[in-house]
């Protein structure tokens, strides 16, 4: 996932609020995504987001966007132990749908 | 259940033997996916299916790599003469693409996890 990156690792304590970022280099992506996947499984859909909103609000998740910088986050309100897993942000780059990853985001909530 | 599944879940195997792995899509899913993911690293895209027409191969797909998609539903990745970097998760997703465009949901399945000796 070279063209989208992500920091490596975050802490949090629970009942705090996690801000995962990303950057992306496709200006013309169309939807970006969000994916959570826990130890040994498969990717889970989170949220997505269509490239002409700045935001995005879905229950405890809040997208935001900024085209102009390529920036995309996830905010995580009152983060929970089950909210430990990995996080992967990820951009449509072809018409056929084709996604491409950042490396991930390890988040680790402490009590 | 009627997500993504994906058979085995788990693959040991010895350098120079052929694998084979399936993944049955949602039922109503026109496109299939197959990406592979390795240790501390994003899925990495390797090919796709619009039915049972296959229409991209990433140049990560060697010659040892063949996809299939006979009739439209379920897929197999095999891989010919397993080599130690062929270790890996490999990932399907399916996903049902509207003839007016739009957003497109990839649905992944749980994936088989390759380990080659």
């Known amino acids: 996932g070279e063209d989208v990156e992500q920091s490596l690792f975050l802490s949090v304590r629970e009942g705090d609020s996690s801000v995962i970022n990303c950057t992306y280099t496709?200006?013309?992506?169309?939807?970006l995504y969000w994916y959570k996947q826990e130890p040994g499984a498969g990717l889970q859909l989170l949220t997505y987001i269509f490239s002409n909103m700045d935001m995005k609000q879905d229950q405890r998740l809040t997208v935001l966007l900024n085209k102009k910088d390529k920036h995309l986050s996830l905010r995580i309100a009152d983060t929970q132990t089950g909210d430990s897993a990995i996080y992967f942000c990820?951009?449509?780059?072809?018409?056929?749908?084709?996604?491409?990853f950042g490396a991930g985001t390890q988040v680790v909530v402490t009590p | 259940d009627t997500g993504v599944s994906q058979n085995p879940r788990h693959k040991i195997t010895k350098r120079g033997q052929n694998v084979t792995f399936r993944c049955d899509p949602i039922s109503e899913h026109n496109r299939l996916y197959w990406y592979r993911q390795t240790l501390g690293q994003g899925p990495e895209f390797l090919t796709y299916f619009q039915n049972e027409a296959q229409l991209e191969k990433s140049r990560l797909l060697s010659d040892r790599f063949s996809a299939e998609r006979p009739k439209g539903s379920f897929s197999t990745l095999e891989i010919q003469r397993t080599e130690q970097g062929d270790s890996a998760m490999y990932l399907c997703a399916s996903s049902l693409a509207g003839l007016a465009g739009g957003q497109e949901t990839q649905y992944f399945g749980p994936g088989t996890r390759l380990l080659v000796l």
């Open positions: 990820a951009e449509i780059t072809d018409s056929w749908g084709k996604l491409q």
């Open positions: 496709d200006s013309s992506s169309t939807y």
